[in-house]
């Protein structure tokens, strides 16, 4: 993983499973999306979020490897992963995601 940290890919792994879950089921069936599709990528060149709707939804976390060296990478990850729940939100014009944590 080219010096990403294992919290962080560990939090960012248990994160996105959850929002996969059941318990978040009933959230998810208010889309208009069928399939979304979650990605991230280490060797973006900047971090942030991007959501792509059409057919199917395809998101993407990207975090720079840089930009995780000196954070909590817990707490980095579930930035993320609230930011990416949030950009989902908006873009699905869904109502407030249930708690991560």
């Excluded at 998810?28 to 979650?38: I, T, Y």
């Amino acid at each position: 993983m080219n010096g990403v940290p294992k919290a962080y890919t560990e939090e960012l792994d248990r994160l996105l499973t959850v929002v996969a879950s059941e318990a978040w089921a009933s959230w998810w069936s208010r889309s208009p999306a069928k399939l979304v599709e979650v990605f991230y990528w280490f060797d973006a060149a900047k971090p942030g979020v991007r959501v792509r709707v059409g057919a199917k939804v395809t998101a993407a976390i990207d975090r720079p490897v840089a930009t995780i060296s000196g954070a909590n990478p817990v707490e980095l990850a579930r930035a993320d992963v609230d930011a990416l729940t949030q950009r989902l939100t908006t873009r699905l014009n869904l109502s407030n995601p249930p708690k991560l944590y």
